[in-house]
């Protein structure tokens, strides 16, 4: 059973434009999301988190949003930029404290030039 | 500041034999993770160690795995023997404790012939 789901394997989009990136979850319980970026043999890296309080996190081009109630998050990146083309997961946890991270299958985004 | 240190970056393997792989985690950082990533899939979490204690090994296959953290620094994580499903990658992340952000390793890809 995928608590977390992201549905889209993959999206490619113009340089400058916005990248949207989707992640649904089905466990009421989780109270905090993270978005990770991944390049090709290399070790995720964190982006940019939001805790279950708020509806919206900036950092930069990077925007996450939350949606509890259609439990739905996304990231946005504006501009996007080719450096930028890596695969996207997105994990959630719950009950704060255990850190404990159910990740999603990933998004690998493509930046054209 | 040095990031999480994984080796082998690669290991190839027959079935049956064992194999270890081993993690240095960011200095100070109490809390260390080992994940399983298959192919088009997000990390799944083997174990969890505060310090020296396995707090979470209840996704650990413990009748062929095996992870230790002797001083609770380094870790090691083993499989004996291996099987050919065991092919993926092996990721070790960090973390302080209390703190929601991990940090991961490059990861071992482990082949399995």
């Known amino acids: 059973d995928q608590q977390v789901k992201q549905n889209s394997p993959s999206l490619s989009v113009q340089e400058g434009r916005i990248s949207i990136l989707n992640c649904d979850y089905t466990?009421?319980?989780?109270?905090?999301f993270l978005w990770y970026k991944k390049y090709p043999a290399e070790g995720p890296t964190f982006l940019i988190s939001i805790s279950s309080i708020k509806d919206k996190n900036e950092d930069g081009r990077f925007t996450v949003f939350l949606n509890k109630s259609a439990k739905h998050l996304s990231l946005h990146i504006v501009p996007s930029q080719p450096g930028d083309s890596a695969v996207y997961f997105c994990?959630?946890?719950?009950?704060?404290?255990?850190?404990?991270?159910?990740f999603g299958t990933g998004t690998r985004l493509k930046v054209l030039a | 500041e040095a990031g999480v240190v994984q080796s082998p970056r690669y290991k190839i393997i027959e079935k049956k034999q064992p194999v270890a792989f081993w993690c240095n985690p960011i200095?100070?950082?109490?809390?260390l993770y080992w994940y399983l990533q298959n192919l088009g899939q997000g990390p799944e979490l083997l174990i969890r160690y505060e310090n020296e204690e396995a707090v979470d090994d209840s996704q650990l296959p413990k009748d062929r795995f095996s992870a230790e953290r002797l001083k609770g620094v380094d870790s090691t994580l083993k499989i004996q023997p291996a099987e050919l499903g065991d092919s993926a990658v092996y990721l070790c992340a960090s973390s302080l404790a209390g703190n929601n952000e991990q940090f991961f390793g490059p990861g071992t890809r482990l082949t399995v012939l």
């Open positions: 994990a959630a946890s719950a009950a704060s404290g255990t850190y404990k991270y159910i």
């Open positions: 200095s100070g950082h109490n809390t």
């Open positions: 466990n009421s319980m989780f109270d905090y």
